[in-house]
Structures are given as structure tokens and as C-alpha cells.
């Protein structure tokens, strides 16, 4: 897999794991099993920075553009559908051989997406 | 809540990303969704060691690399040091991310929370068997070549 390609969708759960951590009801149910949300949060939000920084300027700053507009940036591809917007995709995206080894975006959306193994 | 679960009874690792490792490759991912939700799930840790209760851990993480619950418990007899407090039970589970945002995820979390609290966490770590762990997380054991 493309190495960006690897890195936005690792800032996009990070994305979701502090999204998730601060959430009152999630943050309420941690603080129960006696774990620390609120530092949680702190760290991974340093390890967010560093991480934004290996990806590639162009593509930051477009996946920051798509998930401020859609709240999320990157999708799966399923069942050859951007399962963003559900859009089918055209047959020279699907039957590419190069399927995960470049950043590709929906056509249709402009969301990231890629193929599930 | 009856989820199927997978299950390794005797963990080999002896360090924590290991560890995670070892429960991932019960699940039918590939190698690079492996190696991607092994990276998400040690980054939450690296953040803050899931330790939920003595001997328990509970890393877990919501990824867009799974479409379904993905659960699985573990036990390690020597245990394993998380980095520095040693865990004996590891409930490792993964959410997908929805559309209609976390609230199943918060409600494995609440449910999970809710038996450790009572007398659950320290029936896990005593339980001799996956069938009778996954009985007392309320759990259903997944058929698997690994569960032991």
C-alpha cells in the first residue's frame, strides 16, 4: 500500500479515536474503567501532529479540506462504490492493477478511498 | 450482548505490541490491515496503557478497516508487562467506524465497564477456559483453529 495512502488512514482513526475520547458519554464509561481520557486525548493529539507531518503537504491539506466538510476523508471501497457518497466507481479505477499503491480520490466526492484487503 | 469472539488462551508474547499482535492474527485480516490496526491500537496505548483493572488490559480503537465487531480475548500464564504493571487478560476489541457514529462502540465499552466492575474481573482472571471467559464477558465463543 501506498505509504500516504497508509498514513491517512492512520490519521483518520486517529482522528476518530480522539473524536471518540471526547465524547461525553465515552469519556464518562473510560473514567469508569478507571482510565484517563482527558491525557489520552493530549498525547494522541501530539501524536497526531507528527504523524500529519510525514504526509505529503498536498495531501494534508486536502484530507483537512474533506474532513472539516465531510467529517470524514478517507472510505473503503465497497462493492466498487465510494462508500462516501456511493457513487459507482468507473471500471478503470476498479480493474486498475495499481489498486492501493497511489493515492486515489472518488471522482465523484473527492474522498481518499481504497480497497479493502 | 451475545458477539462472537475469538480467542487465544495461551499467549506466548512477552511484550504488550506483541502481544496485540499475537490476538490480531486471530482475525482474517490481511497483512497490511494487520499492521495498520496493530499501529492504531499500540498508538492508544502509547497514550495511555489500558490497563481497566490488576492483570486486565483493554486495548481497543473504532477503524475504518472493519465493517463488524471485531473481539478477542487473550490470557498469558507469566503475564505481560504493560509496559511496566503485568496483565494477564487482554480484551482487545475493534469498532467500526459507522455513519451513525459511536454509540455502538460505547455500548460494548458501557457493558465491558459494567461486568468488570461487579465480580467480572476477577472471575476473568481466574476463568480456566476461553468458553467459560467468553461466558462471563456474556460473549459467544467463535468457532476457530486457534481457540485452545
Not at chain 2, 37 to 45: D, F, G, I, Q, V
Request: charged share 25%.
Amino acid at each position: 500500500m501506498n505509504n500516504d495512502l497508509e498514513r491517512l488512514i492512520s490519521l483518520h482513526d486517529l482522528d476518530v479515536m480522539i473524536s471518540d475520547l471526547q465524547n461525553k458519554d465515552i469519556r464518562k464509561q473510560e473514567k469508569k474503567l478507571g482510565l484517563s481520557p482527558a491525557a489520552a486525548v493530549t498525547e494522541l493529539k501530539k501524536m497526531r501532529c507528527e504523524l500529519a507531518l510525514l504526509i505529503t503537504r498536498r495531501n494534508r491539506d486536502m484530507y483537512d479540506q474533506l474532513a472539516s466538510h465531510y467529517g470524514n476523508a478517507v472510505v473503503p471501497v465497497i462493492n466498487e462504490r465510494c462508500s462516501g457518497c456511493f457513487t459507482q466507481l468507473p471500471t478503470a479505477f476498479v480493474a486498475s492493477p495499481d489498486r492501493n499503491k497511489q493515492v486515489e480520490t472518488c471522482p465523484a466526492c473527492g474522498r481518499f478511498i481504497y480497497w479493502c484487503d | 450482548m451475545k458477539r462472537p469472539i475469538f480467542s487465544n488462551w495461551s499467549i506466548t508474547s512477552v511484550n504488550r505490541k506483541a502481544a496485540i499482535s499475537e490476538l490480531l492474527k486471530l482475525f482474517p485480516f490481511q497483512k497490511t490491515s494487520e499492521g495498520l490496526l496493530l499501529t492504531a491500537l499500540e498508538t492508544r496505548e502509547q497514550a495511555e496503557p489500558t490497563i481497566v483493572h490488576k492483570g486486565i488490559a483493554m486495548p481497543h480503537c473504532r477503524s475504518i478497516l472493519v465493517d463488524d465487531f471485531m473481539i478477542a480475548i487473550g490470557k498469558s500464564k507469566k503475564g505481560i508487562p504493560w509496559p511496566v504493571k503485568k496483565v494477564k487478560v487482554i480484551i482487545l476489541f475493534i469498532t467500526p467506524v459507522k455513519p451513525s457514529g459511536p454509540e455502538e462502540h460505547m455500548k460494548l465499552i458501557k457493558h465491558l465497564a459494567k461486568l468488570l466492575q461487579s465480580d467480572g474481573a476477577e472471575k476473568l482472571l481466574s476463568a480456566d477456559s476461553p468458553i467459560e471467559a467468553a461466558s462471563i464477558l456474556k460473549f459467544t465463543l467463535q468457532e476457530s483453529k486457534q481457540n485452545e
